[in-house]
């Protein structure tokens, strides 16, 4: 069975930092692309950043130059580095995998930036 754990949120001050991880139970992680949404209250789940299993990576335009989506492939890890946060990023943030024709999610990080 494949679980995704998340780590790493909290509370934060405008301008901070955060870094979230997403760890997966499986091996050969390293060639799924990983996703990472978030939804604040009221609002839809939105796609934050994606890396591919080649390392590509892309980004929504709000969070494009302070956010890092990256991987540890030896840790079946995907990260997200956030910087200069702002309180619009409050949100609870998910990690996604698509394996064998199957979304799987982390159980959501509360990541909540006070103005």
């Known amino acids: 069975q494949v679980q995704l754990v998340e780590s790493g949120g909290g509370l934060v001050q405008t301008g901070g930092s955060l870094r979230l991880s997403c760890a997966a139970s499986?091996?050969?992680?390293?060639?799924?692309?990983v996703a990472w949404y978030r939804q604040a209250p009221g609002n839809q789940r939105e796609l934050v950043a994606v890396?591919?299993?080649?390392?590509?990576?892309n980004y929504a335009d709000s969070v494009l130059g302070r956010f890092t989506i990256s991987r540890d492939n030896a840790k079946n890890t995907v990260y997200l580095q956030m910087n200069s946060l702002k309180p619009e990023d409050t949100a609870v943030y998910y990690c996604?995998?698509?394996?064998?024709?199957?979304?799987?999610w982390g159980q959501g990080s509360q990541v909540t930036v006070s103005s």
């Open positions: 499986i091996r050969l992680f390293s060639i799924y692309s």
């Open positions: 996604n995998a698509h394996i064998t024709g199957v979304d799987y």
């Open positions: 890396i591919t299993s080649a390392g590509a990576t």
